[in-house]
């Protein structure tokens, strides 16, 4: 069965991979042959598509690692060294970086995981990178969150957009501010000041370089001193994550 199979792929590889070879090589009935062959053998066989396909999603996997890694090497100054939108230990020899967009559900639904690694590491240090994509009131949603941050209340503002169940909008914005017990007026400015608008320019031109395609995105990466450690291996995770999944990264980086 297993050389039937390694035949089968052979000749799968020679008629779709490389037409153009079996054509110079095969006459218009051999070639039909061999597709037949094939034909037969796969619809007898399906299970070899699913063991094609695994490889094929195990192949992209690690050349997708390999070219983050690389980004996160080449981008750990931006990546490893903000000071607002922080939790955990500001030091962490642990850094856990999350892309991540208020009014996506997935999200949302990794916050009480994120709060719970917080919790049970005191060497983790998360670093949030406000990456708006969902529209006028995302982007809104974030330089609230960053112009909390300037008046030391990050992480209330922002659990408080994601605790949200209904669609943003300015005024629920505005309301949960004014929950948080910030100077209205000092916050108003700094939701339009050049230092927020720095900061979102910042994390999408670091998107693009890590080629993100949607929120929410890790990067858990070793950081001794708070110091992205060079020559280390650093993962990246495009989506949402198990916590289970999540803490066992943790504890590699932390090695």
């Known amino acids: 069965m297993k050389l039937n199979r390694l035949v089968a792929a052979g000749l799968l590889a020679s008629v779709v991979a490389a037409p153009s070879m079996a054509a110079d090589t095969l006459s218009s009935g051999q070639k039909k042959q061999v597709e037949q062959i094939v034909h037969d053998y796969l619809l007898q066989n399906p299970e070899i598509l699913v063991e094609v396909s695994q490889a094929l999603q195990q192949k992209q996997q690690q050349s997708m690692q390999e070219k983050a890694k690389a980004s996160v090497t080449k981008n750990a100054d931006s990546l490893f060294t903000q000071k607002l939108a922080i939790a955990g230990n500001p030091n962490g020899n642990v850094t856990m970086v999350e892309f991540f967009d208020y009014q996506c559900i997935h999200c949302k639904k990794m916050k009480p995981v994120v709060s719970e690694l917080v919790k049970d590491n005191k060497n983790l240090r998360v670093l949030y990178k406000e990456f708006p994509i969902f529209g006028k009131n995302s982007e809104l949603a974030s330089k609230a969150a960053l112009a909390a941050a300037m008046q030391d209340k990050y992480l209330k503002m922002h659990n408080a957009l994601l605790a949200q169940d209904k669609r943003l909008n300015e005024k629920t914005i505005m309301e949960l501010a004014e929950s948080a017990g910030l100077n209205m007026e000092q916050f108003k400015k700094d939701m339009n000041g050049e230092k927020v608008k720095q900061i979102l320019k910042e994390n999408r031109e670091l998107a693009e370089k890590m080629n993100l395609m949607g929120t929410p995105a890790f990067i858990v990466a070793s950081t001794p001193n708070g110091q992205f450690k060079k020559g280390s291996n650093p993962t ?15 504890k590699q980086a932390g090695k």
Do not use: M, Y
């Not at 995770?237 to 943790?250: H, K």
């Open 236 to 250: 990246f995770i495009p989506g949402a994550a198990s916590e289970e999944a999540l803490q066992n990264l943790i």
